[in-house]
């Protein structure tokens, strides 16, 4: 048995799993015959991970750069202090270029991940828009060049 977040789930449960982190797409049907079990059981396999709350769902997976969107980048976010975590998470919420905001350790406590069109886009965004909110000492703003991995984690 494997323990995943204190849930007891099996070995059919991780291959399940790593089939669906695989193909996200891929029917149960195909997953019950990869796994010489039937489609009910993969059924009841499912459920049960869903309750669990080991799946949270599913999403779309954008192609950004065709939609215009060019330029990845990190911002480390340096803050007045610590008081301000709360407060300028909530104003960063606010901007759709932000595709996620991390809490981390050492010199930056909050990590923002962007999306913006072009570099004036992201010079816009960072200093009419993220260096003005209330709490910010500082950004120092880091472009992606490449993705080089792109995945889940394999279990």
Known sequence: MNTITNMQIDDLDIAILNILINDPRISYLEIARLCNVSGST?????????????????????DTSKLGYDICGFIGIS?????????VSNELRQFKEITELHCTTGPYPILAKVLCKNIQHFQDLIMNNIQIISGIQKTEIFISLSKIIDREIQL
């Open 42 to 62: 993969i059924h009841v396999r499912m459920k049960k991970i869903e309750d669990m709350g080991i799946i949270k769902g599913s999403k779309l997976v954008l």
């Open 79 to 87: 803050l007045n202090s610590s008081y301000y975590i709360n407060s």
